[in-house]
């Protein structure tokens, strides 16, 4: 069951570089070449969240389960990619919202 979980954390690195890393390594650059950044990084990301989803699905998971878990493994990515790429102060903010998405893991998984 870990398999899924790391092409996921895999597939959020690529997305989070696919979505925000223009503004790091692209932002003087037109926006074609932006975008066209992004299109490639993302075909990356979905060469791993396809398969991990799959797995997941396979394994019995709900849509629901599945994007909560995307959200939380989103999250957990972003935070150090905002801190430490693009030098962002970590905020106190960041754990409460945290602690509200493993509150929804919680409420999606009890029924299980």
Known sequence: MSL???????????MTLA???????LYGAPL????????IIALLEYSFMIPATRMLAAHGWS???MKITQEVVTLLVFVPFMIFLFKQPFKLDYVWAGLCLFG?????FRSQ
């Open 63 to 65: 849509m629901g389960q």
């Open 104 to 108: 929804c893991v919680y409420f999606v």
């Open 32 to 39: 074609w070449q932006a975008i066209l950044f992004g299109w």
């Open 4 to 14: 899924p979980l790391i092409l996921l954390i895999i597939s959020n690195c690529f």
């Open 19 to 25: 979505w925000y890393g223009h503004l790091k390594f």
